[in-house]
């Protein structure tokens, strides 16, 4: 039972690997419990509920003029009853409409339930570390 819930928590992110490059929040929203906690990268500090994250990551997906490179790696996953949580460090590039161009590699915690026998994702965890003499982001570093 645990490595039948370990493996559908890899294909959970492998859906959101397709998802992101594709720009398509539906697969996303679907993996999502309705009322997510996430900390993100991005602003704001945190957000709550589905609704603000599909808005939040649409808009992610509409600032880039170029396809998401979006590559998981270092996946590790662990489950136990209806609980799992998949860490992971992945790497993401592009362009931005402001000509911007995006390459960085970010930390990811996902925790999830399953809810009614699907994965949900309850909590997204993301960071980047950070240079405490500067308190500046290190967003150069990779694996």
């Keep these: 039972m645990r490595v039948e819930a370990e493996e559908q928590l890899r294909d959970l992110v492998a859906e959101r ?3 992101v490059r594709a720009k398509d929040v ?3 929203a679907a993996r999502q419990a309705a009322d997510v906690v996430t900390f ?3 602003p704001p500090l945190r957000s709550h509920g589905s609704w603000a994250v599909n808005e939040k990551t649409l808009n992610w997906f509409d600032g880039y003029a170029s396809d998401i490179g ?3 790696h270092e996946l590790q996953v662990r489950a136990s009853g209806d609980v799992g949580f998949c860490w992971f460090v992945y790497h993401v590039s592009g362009t931005l409409r ?22 949900r994702i ?5 960071s980047v570390p950070f240079d405490p003499a500067t308190g500046q982001a290190e967003l150069s570093l990779s694996p």
């Design 26 to 28: 539906v697969p996303l």
């Design 40 to 42: 993100d990268v991005l």
């Design 122 to 126: 309850v909590h997204d965890h993301e």
């Design 70 to 72: 979006y590559e998981v």
């Design 98 to 119: 402001t000509g911007e161009e995006i390459d960085m590699w970010v930390r990811a915690t996902l925790c999830c339930e399953r809810i009614n026998g699907e994965w």
């Design 17 to 19: 690997v397709t998802a």
